[in-house]
């Protein structure tokens, strides 16, 4: 260890931001890079405690302890603290394909269950990460590596999100050949067309497929598998399949008068307001500019809806929520080192706060109908309170009465998750499902082949709505157990 009491020293710092009324201005990311003193500082406030668990990533209790990706944490702080960059780099790659997007976008579960936390400001350590990965490209450690044999063995693997991006990666290095299909126009998956280019700018996601290229995968675009092509086509031109679609199918809201025109998917606006900025945002088809907004769902796809709106300049924007506020600090049913569930006004909040200043969130609200006019648009939203009450032993929500309200709008946004993968491509194909949905596969854990011979499944298509973190673990760990598969079938054919 290299700084004995840095953390006594030093306070956090975590990356800087834009200011929040001059960057809802444009689209560009949101945060700022920290600079070489500070951010030795930040390593150095790493205690090198023992008995880590920032780096553990398992799940508990519905909750994540540590980095999914077992980063080795402790380790590239003291690197970084002592400006040894290159190897803080080299370690960094070691658990992790694209530190470049956890680094923006993670919610940092590592942070969480960092011991300094028990009674002190965790690590900057999604800061640190992300600085790490930056600094690999800026001085071309960070390059392609195409890998100097091949093994003659074929991979296809359906979507291009992060968990697809790993697997294809991991594949690669193992010297198979990887074709990599997508339905839409660019890869990337949510990566490209859900999270926002504020939060995670698309040169980033395109920089890294461009390398990917380099090191010999192949990108199928615009291409769904189950239309333009056939799972007989796949399972006979590849010697595996993985499936990682995904799990986009919209979870809707039971409200009279849904088929009113001005209500849309939140993933139809965040994907189109996306595809605009390749031209010219002020043209995207559905647009906020001078409207009342209302985001129906209180999670982080509502929150990318905001920070959207505002900056489509909108006159005014809500976010409706049905679970109450979390609490300042952590309650005892989340204790350390489980991911905190505690109140956090991030990016769009705070510029709602600045710019208009309201927090645009509602806490235990339930959407009942919406009004329509005579042409029908929404025009405004029918709404009761609700709480959360024990009854028979399970939590049932239930509605507050008297607490009717009405309120205004001409653009709603439907942003309540999704209810697993889309089926299309898993019908196709003939899967088993589990109870939930999702692709089943042999023990649920880590074990990725499915029902079918030669298809495995990986990412949220197989996990559920998840992360980006857990997305790239997956692809991880798909890809490691389809190499042994393809070695093991390799030696069998010439035994
Ligand atoms: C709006 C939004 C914001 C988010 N923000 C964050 C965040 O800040 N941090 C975080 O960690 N996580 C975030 N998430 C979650 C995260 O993006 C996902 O958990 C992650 O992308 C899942 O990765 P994946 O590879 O399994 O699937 P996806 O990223 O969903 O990619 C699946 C891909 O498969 C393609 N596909 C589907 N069917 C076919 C087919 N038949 N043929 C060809 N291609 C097909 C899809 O087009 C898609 O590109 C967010 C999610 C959303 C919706
Ligand atoms: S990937 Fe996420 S959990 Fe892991 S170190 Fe980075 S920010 Fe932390």
């Avoid at 690669?172 to 504020?198: F, K």
Wanted: aromatic share 8%; charged share 30%; net charge negative.
């Amino acid at each position: 260890m290299g700084y004995l009491r840095g953390f006594m020293e030093f306070s956090r710092q975590d990356q800087a931001t834009r200011d929040p009324i001059e960057r809802i201005k444009d689209w560009e990311e949101y945060t700022i890079r920290l600079d070489e003193d500070e951010l030795q500082k930040q390593g150095a406030r790493c205690m090198d405690c023992g008995t880590p668990f920032c780096h553990t990533g398992v799940s508990f209790n519905q909750s994540d302890i540590g980095c999914p990706v077992n980063n080795f944490i402790p380790e590239w702080n003291e690197l970084v603290s002592e400006g040894d960059w290159q190897h803080a780099f080299e370690r960094l790659k070691e658990t992790n394909n694209f530190p470049e997007f956890t680094g923006r976008v993670c919610p940092a579960p590592c942070e969480g269950s960092c011991t300094l936390a028990i009674n002190d400001d965790p690590v900057a350590i999604k800061t640190i990460e992300n600085e790490i990965i930056e600094r690999g490209f800026e001085n071309g450690w960070e390059q392609a590596n195409p890998p100097k044999v091949r093994t003659g063995k074929h991979v296809a693997i359906v979507g291009s999100g992060p968990a697809g991006l790993a697997a294809a990666d991991q594949l690669n290095q193992q010297g198979h050949t990887v074709t990599v299909y997508e339905r839409d126009d660019r890869a990337g998956g949510l990566l490209m067309y859900g999270i926002p280019n504020m939060k995670l700018d698309k040169e980033t996601v395109e920089r890294r497929v461009e390398l990917l290229e380099a090191e010999g995968v192949t990108f199928i675009c615009n291409t769904s598998v189950g239309e333009d092509i056939t799972r007989e086509q796949l399972k006979a031109d590849y010697d595996a399949v993985i499936l990682c679609t995904g799990s986009q199918q919209h979870r809707d809201v039971p409200a009279d008068n849904r088929d009113s025109q001005g209500i849309h998917f939140a993933m139809d606006y965040l994907k189109d307001s996306t595809k605009a900025l390749e031209t010219d945002p002020n043209q995207a088809s559905i647009h906020a500019r001078g409207k009342n907004v209302i985001v129906i769902g209180g999670g982080d796809t509502g929150a990318d809806c905001v920070a959207t709106a505002l900056r489509q300049e909108c006159n005014r924007v809500v976010q409706f929520g049905k679970h109450p506020a979390n609490p300042e600090e952590r309650d005892d049913n989340n204790p350390w080192p489980l991911f905190p569930m505690t109140f956090k006004l991030n990016y769009g909040y705070e510029e709602s706060v600045e710019a208009y200043d309201e927090d645009p969130r509602q806490y235990e609200i339930l959407t009942k109908a919406f009004d329509t006019d005579e042409a029908g648009n929404v025009k405004s939203l029918r709404t009761v309170r609700v709480e959360k009450v024990e009854e028979n032993g399970r939590l049932v929500t239930k509605e507050l009465p008297g607490t009717e309200e009405v309120w205004e709008a001409d653009l709603v946004f439907v942003a309540i998750g999704f209810t697993g993968p889309e089926h299309e491509v898993l019908d196709h194909f003939g899967l088993e499902l589990d109870e939930r949905g999702r692709i089943w596969t042999v023990d649920g854990t880590n074990d990725y082949r499915t029902s079918e011979d030669h298809v495995f499944a990986a990412g949220d298509a197989r996990r559920g709505q998840s992360l980006v973190v857990w997305a790239i673990r997956e692809g991880r760990e798909v890809a490691e157990q389809v190499g042994d598969y393809l070695t093991i079938e390799r030696e069998q054919l010439t035994s």
